[in-house]
């Protein structure tokens, strides 16, 4: 308190120890991946905030990076600073999102405008890194089978009929799922608690990607989307299939690398995949544009890959 000559500061960890001792035994068999980071409860006399310990320093570099670049928000904790391989924010207060409703929907959407609206710049998809990894991913998946090989060529050889060429750059928040959201309790809006999934600079369209396996059904996209655009948004709907198609094929090759080949199949995997390539065909084609050079998994990247080699890649 003011006109005190000591601080109070207290430190919690955010979970009970029983959750934390079960996520303990399931990251020593192998089976719960935080990702490398963890959250900690600050108290500093009668202030509370929040602390986000990750493995690495440039993790936390990167996180505090996007989030200073995006700036003053009702929909995300304010920064208050990194040190090392931490991040503090505010601590927000209000109940999480359990079920969404049509006023829930509608802040969602609202939340969602937000960030596309705040910086966007129309680039071709050959010119991201994003282009670039869906190439090499899709190269991936064919050459340990899980892809088939007629799924395989459709996309790479008649890549102008599915792929969009022009796509929208800018903020994303890619990892939508409802624990990672809240109702401030302050004024209702919607407000990203998990603060790692910002990103600046990335493919705008992989956050609702996303929601649309989760929460984001067929019947709500398209009230949600009118939404998106008379907040000012971008308008990516004409290229949504193929956001579901990058979704899909980073997700499998995640689950690759992770090890979890046994809850993989490849029957199920090509089936959802080929009904992807469907809509993605059916979609309406809004950019004409082309690159001048086909993509394919051994085409550079131009000048966007060159300035930001070596950061990790973007998630769905």
Not at 130 to 137: I, N, Q, V
Not at 186 to 202: F, P, Q, R, W
Not at 232 to 261: C, H, N, S
Request: proline share 4%; with cysteine; hydrophobic share 40%.
């Amino acid at each position: 308190m003011f006109g005190s000559n000591y601080l109070i500061y207290e430190e919690k960890p955010a979970y009970g120890k029983m959750k934390r001792l079960r996520r303990k035994l399931l990251s020593i068999v192998k089976r719960w991946h935080r990702k490398g980071y963890d959250v900690r409860y600050i108290y500093i006399n009668k202030k509370q905030y929040k602390k986000v310990i990750f493995r690495t320093e440039a993790s936390a570099r990167r996180v505090h990076a996007d989030l200073t670049a995006f700036g003053s928000s009702q929909h995300f904790p304010a920064v208050i600073g990194q040190h090392r391989n931490t991040v503090w924010v505010e601590f927000i207060q209000g109940p999480a999102i359990r079920r969404i409703d049509t006023s829930g929907l509608t802040r969602l959407a609202d939340f969602y405008a937000a960030i596309y609206g705040r910086q966007h710049r129309l680039v071709a998809l050959c010119d991201t890194i994003e282009g670039f990894d869906f190439y090499r991913d899709l190269k991936f998946l064919h050459d340990t089978e899980l892809l088939n090989d007629r799924l395989y060529r459709e996309l790479v050889d008649h890549h102008d009929a599915i792929v969009p060429a022009m796509v929208w750059l800018g903020f994303d928040y890619t990892d939508p799922i409802t624990a990672n959201l809240i109702f401030r309790e302050a004024d209702g809006v919607v407000c990203a608690i998990d603060i790692k999934n910002l990103y600046s600079e990335t493919l705008i369209g992989q956050g609702i990607a996303k929601a649309r396996s989760r929460w984001l059904s067929e019947a709500l996209t398209e009230s949600f989307f009118e939404r998106l655009l008379a907040k000012g948004a971008p308008d990516f709907q004409g290229y949504l299939p193929f956001l579901e198609v990058l979704y899909q094929v980073r997700r499998t090759k995640t689950m690759v690398l992770q090890g979890k080949i046994k809850s993989l199949r490849p029957t199920e995997f090509n089936q959802r995949f080929e009904e992807l390539i469907r809509q993605a065909r059916a979609a309406p084609c809004r950019e004409q544009l082309r690159c001048s050079a086909d993509p394919h998994p051994e085409q550079g990247n131009s000048s966007r890959m060159n300035t930001i080699a070596g950061q990790p890649a973007h998630h769905l």
